[in-house]
């Protein structure tokens, strides 16, 4: 089972990846965006050292930008390593996916070769895991479109924490170098189009040779590209498209004339390309395919004049994020729920139940004087957060905004005025560590799952059904008066108890319950450890053999 503090860990790495992909797409330049690269492994990764080999025209690879350490970089950036090394370098070790490892009982070979290469000083090593100064690590980059076409090497050296990669740290590796050749392969674009425009703008012979370099740029880039109306009622309308836009989106050429962004964007989405600026602007949105799906785009926007007073136009880079939006949301969805039964974890229970409380409880007009004040209007003595019947809290004073968070309060036990409320049942169940010792692993995890799918199925939507950790389950269900959530405790009692075969084998648990309540003013820390000792209360008062029978 994983520890309770991976999926923290996840989190962290995810937010970090993220950013260092995010900071990609902030440089302006090829040489901005390579030594972008360089620095992303070391802030984002967690290595200390980071290269960028880039494969030149003529097949070698140059050290193109270095992180790290400043020696290293002044002693070997710019220096070139063949081909064939190179080749032999990716070759030999262990293959991680598209990762290769180089361990220092191989790499000991290619000390001598013509591959630029900085070395550290290290104690040997004292774990099967933990690095070794000699160690490589290398991510390839390949061109974008699915192809081995090589267009560089990243090489990262002394993972901070001392030990080779895990998986999760490998896959972390393995995206980056995937975005990164799409952030280089589109730096050298934009570098060609810059050069393109600036051509543009010079006298009529040499407009006329630049619009032909222009033509061919815009026709066979790898991704869609379009040229847009500028200014007046046509604002916006789609005037040229090349064939990667519209391989993106499914419309021939001649059916993208007959609209605009605005008419292609996700209804969701159609803000974001407003707040999107003309000149110099980029968004994140969802356009339109002809099959009615959707598919995750990044505009970049640059304004083009046809002569040198003659109309603008937009010239827009469209390029597909689907996989990487789709990563993102894969990498949020594992690092928020639990990895065996798919509930939302520990962390994401505590960020849910979070979102419902807040620190300062909610109060009332406290003295017969305040009340009078309140009732006419003492601007001084008023002025305070108030409860209201209408669950909002604000300023009292007449025309003061309210900062509309509903309250979360908890139901009155000693009276039955129907009140409702969040409520939190702590589920632990009974006799399950014996069906571990006696069965093993296998068939607890099973039990696990399938009690999962029993608490979920017994609950409504928009409830909460998370593990928190071992054999242990947290609800959460709002809207509850005191006996609905008795009510709830027994049927997810009784939902547990019936028989649960594995391998042929049936095995039983019972659930011992606890029901808390979420109010505003408690932690979440509180609210948890409220609903646990009441489930202690409750698993005491009854008999064990009764426990195991729910």
Not at 154 to 176: H, K, T
Not at 367 to 382: F, K, P, Q, W
């Amino acid at each position: 089972m994983e520890a309770e503090s991976e999926p923290y860990v996840r989190l962290a790495t995810m937010r970090q990846l993220h950013q260092a992909v995010a900071d990609l797409n902030t440089a302006r330049s090829l040489a901005d965006t390579l030594q972008t690269v360089a620095d992303g492994i070391v802030t984002g990764l967690g290595y200390e050292l980071g290269c960028v080999n880039l494969v030149r025209p003529d097949g070698d690879l140059v050290v193109a930008a270095f992180a790290g350490n400043d020696a290293a970089e002044a002693l070997i950036t710019g220096r070139v390593g063949s081909r064939d090394s190179w080749e032999r370098r990716l070759s030999m070790g262990e293959a991680w996916d598209r990762l290769r490892f180089i361990p220092h009982t191989e790499g000991w070979v290619l000390l001598d070769d013509d591959v630029p290469q900085w070395h550290t000083e290290g104690p040997e090593p004292r774990f099967e895991d933990e690095w070794h100064p000699l160690d490589r690590l290398y991510a390839p980059m390949y061109a974008s479109g699915g192809g081995l076409d090589l267009l560089g090497v990243l090489s990262v050296d002394r993972p901070r924490n001392g030990r080779r990669p895990g998986a999760w740290g490998r896959e972390a590796l393995q995206m980056y170098a995937s975005q990164a050749a799409i952030a280089i392969s589109n730096a050298r674009l934009r570098a060609n189009m810059q050069r393109a425009l600036v051509r543009l703008e010079r006298e009529q012979q040499a407009l006329r040779a630049s619009e032909e370099s222009f033509r061919q740029a815009f026709e066979y880039a790898p991704s869609g590209m379009a040229i847009a109306e500028m200014g007046g009622d046509q604002h916006g309308r789609l005037l040229r498209t090349n064939d990667a836009l519209c391989r993106l989106l499914g419309r021939p050429a001649s059916l993208l004339r007959r609209y605009s962004f605005a008419d292609l964007v996700h209804p969701e989405d159609i803000g974001t390309l407003l707040r999107t600026s003309a000149e110099g602007g980029r968004a994140e949105l969802r356009l339109g395919r002809r099959d009615g799906t959707y598919l995750w785009v990044s505009l970049r926007n640059s304004v083009v004049a046809d002569t040198a007073d003659g109309p603008r136009f937009l010239l827009t880079h469209v390029e597909d994020i689907e996989e990487r939006k789709r990563n993102e949301l894969n990498l949020a969805h594992r690092a928020s729920h639990d990895a065996l039964t798919g509930l939302p974890n520990s962390a994401e229970l505590r960020s849910r139940l979070s979102a419902r409380i807040c620190e300062r409880p909610h109060s009332v007009v406290s003295t017969a004087i305040e009340a009078l004040d309140a009732a006419y209007g003492d601007v001084e003595t008023s002025r305070t957060h108030s409860y209201r019947p209408d669950g909002y809290e604000g300023d009292v004073v007449a025309g003061g905004p309210y900062d509309h968070h509903v309250h979360t309060v908890a139901p009155d036990m000693g009276r039955e005025d129907g009140a409702k409320g969040l409520a939190v049942l702590f589920c632990d169940l009974d006799g399950f560590k014996s069906i571990n010792d006696r069965f093993g692993h296998h068939t607890g995890d099973a039990v696990l799952i399938e009690v999962a799918r029993r608490l979920t199925t017994c609950v409504r939507d928009g409830d909460t059904v998370a593990r928190l950790g071992g054999d242990e389950f947290v609800v959460l269900a709002d809207g509850l008066g005191a006996a609905d959530a008795a009510d709830l405790a027994v049927r997810l009692r009784n939902a547990i108890i019936p028989p649960i075969r594995v391998d042929g084998r049936a095995v039983r648990v019972g659930a011992s319950f606890g029901i808390g309540w979420a109010e505003c003013g408690m932690t979440v820390e509180e609210v948890l450890r409220s609903a646990d000792q009441r489930m202690y209360v409750e698993k005491r008062s009854r008999s064990k053999v009764h426990r195991r029978a729910g």
